[in-house]
């Protein structure tokens, strides 16, 4: 009987070894695959970005840069036509009126005390202001 249990245990040590050899070749079989996936992989990626940069790149630019300059033309008009109403407080006509339009004009309140202009810190008296000027910007391409 032992030499029964001996041969059991030589078979089953036998198929161990075949069974590991057979998971052996798949693991180096898989290993060499993925190998050959990833290279390919990197491959089609950097073909992929050579064809971007070279056709695809250039004829989104042409497309796209008309388009954005007319905007960027666009809203730098817009920004100088809308200067003068959004880049001045207008002075109230009875408080101080000789200040209406002008550039210097300020109109903050500071600790109580209103700050008119750089120019005449309590506002001008009279009619018409001698440093006055205008919040429109003058053409002088005509």
């Not at 180096?28 to 070279?54: K, N, W």
């Not at 005390?113 to 005449?120: A, D, P, R, S, Y």
């Not at 810190?121 to 001698?130: A, F, N, R, S, T």
């Amino acid at each position: 009987m032992e030499g029964w249990s001996f041969n059991f245990f030589e078979v089953m040590e036998a198929m161990v070894k075949e069974v590991e050899q057979v998971f052996t070749e798949i693991a180096r079989d898989l290993g060499e695959r993925m190998d050959a996936f990833v290279d390919a992989s990197e491959e089609m990626v950097e073909q992929m970005q050579i064809t971007f940069e070279t056709e695809i790149e250039p004829r989104l630019n042409e497309f796209i840069d008309p388009i954005l300059e007319a905007y960027l033309g666009f809203e730098i008009i817009v920004e100088e036509t809308a200067q003068p109403v959004t880049h001045t407080v207008e002075p109230f006509l009875n408080d101080h009126p000789a200040c209406v339009g002008c550039r210097h004009y300020h109109g903050q309140v500071y600790g109580g005390t209103m700050l008119v202009c750089g120019m005449h810190p309590y506002g001008w008296e009279g009619e018409k202001c001698p440093d006055w000027e205008s919040v429109w910007k003058e053409d002088h391409s005509s």
